[in-house]
């Protein structure tokens, strides 16, 4: 890992967590309902949700019990695989969040979590596929810090979008076995 990487992940989990905590606190001072840009399942309006969903959260308990996760995750997504991080990102929302119009409960669906667990899944995940000693370790932390995330994908509280948090950690397992050439380190030349 070098220095380059870890100012850069830096960089690109605080600037996360500060759109996510801007657009909170638009939403309360504006007199718009972010919320209905969340996604909807089945509803052609709800698609607009694919890309604002993960920016959007419900109440103040609802961004601060994403916020920890969502920054550690995201730097450790970027500090450790700069290659693939946007790519996880990226793909980790859109194919959590189709699963999650395609299937989910009726409703709205916000918030950082389904990037959570996709990034908790990818990085465990890719803990198995890149093989090396770093990648596995840091498998081993993710579960060790998160391995509580688990108990989220359960439907066992009906306001907690569990679809999101599966669709999620899916969406995230799916990608470290897509990637998994690009995650072995590189060999020296």
Do not use: C, Q
């Amino acid at each position: 890992m070098k220095r380059n990487d870890i100012i850069n992940a830096l960089k690109i989990a605080l600037g996360f967590f500060a759109i996510i905590w801007v657009v909170y606190l638009i939403d309360l001072i504006l007199p718009v309902n972010f919320s209905e840009f969340g996604i909807i399942p089945r509803t052609f309006s709800g698609l607009i949700g694919l890309f604002f969903a993960p920016f959007i959260h419900g109440n103040f308990v609802h961004i601060l019990s994403n916020s920890l996760p969502f920054l550690v995750l995201t730097f450790t997504l970027f500090a450790f695989y700069p290659r693939v991080g946007w790519i996880v990102v990226v793909f980790g929302v859109v194919i959590g969040g189709v699963m999650v119009w395609l299937m989910g409960r009726g409703g709205n669906h916000v918030g950082a979590s389904g990037l959570i667990y996709s990034m908790a899944a990818f990085l465990v995940a890719a803990g198995f596929y890149a093989r090396s000693f770093k990648a596995i370790v840091i498998s081993i932390i993710v579960i060790f810090l998160y391995g509580g995330l688990v108990w989220g994908v359960l439907p066992t509280r009906t306001w907690v979008s569990w679809e999101g948090h599966l669709f999620g950690a899916v969406a995230g397992v799916l990608l470290a076995f897509l990637l998994k050439n690009r995650l072995k380190p590189k060999k020296a030349e």
